[in-house]
C-alpha cells in the first residue's frame, strides 16, 4: 500500500496520468459530438423530407379544388410551383435529383384521385 501512494505521490506520474485522462475525455467528448450531429442532422433531413411531402400534397389539393380537369401534367406543374414557393429550404437541403418532384406529384396525385374513385393509369 505504501509503495501505491508513494506513486501517485510522484509528481510525473500525476502530470503523466492527467494527460491520459484528457486524451481519454477528449476522444469521449469527440465521439458524443459525431453522434449529436449525426442526429440531430438525420432529424433535420427527416423534417425537410416531411415539409417536402406536404407541400406536394397541398399543391396537389389546391391544384384539385381549382378544377380536376385541368389534366396530369398542369396539376403536377402547380404542385411542384407550390412546394417550390413553399419550402425552398427543404428543396435546397435534400436536392432532389431528375424526376424526383415529378414522381412525388404523381404518387400524390393518384392518391387524391383514388379517394374520389378515379384510377390513374400507370
Do not use: C, W
Not at 10 to 27: K, M, R, S, W
Not at 32 to 53: D, K, N, P
Not at 61 to 71: K, V
Amino acid at each position: 500500500m505504501d509503495i501505491l501512494t508513494s506513486l501517485l505521490a510522484d509528481a510525473g506520474l500525476q502530470e503523466a496520468l492527467l494527460g491520459v485522462f484528457g486524451i481519454f475525455l477528449t476522444i469521449i467528448i469527440n465521439r458524443a459530438a459525431g453522434a449529436f450531429q449525426a442526429a440531430t442532422g438525420i432529424a433535420i433531413e427527416r423534417e425537410a423530407r416531411e415539409a417536402l411531402h406536404s407541400a406536394i400534397k397541398s399543391g396537389i389539393e389546391a391544384a384539385l379544388a381549382r378544377g380536376p380537369e385541368a389534366g396530369l401534367e398542369e396539376i403536377k406543374a402547380h404542385a411542384i410551383f407550390h412546394a417550390q414557393q413553399s419550402v425552398p429550404d427543404a428543396i435546397e437541403q435534400l436536392v432532389p435529383g431528375d424526376g424526383v418532384l415529378d414522381r412525388l406529384a404523381l404518387r400524390y396525385y393518384r392518391e387524391a384521385m383514388e379517394r374520389f374513385g378515379v384510377q390513374v393509369p400507370a
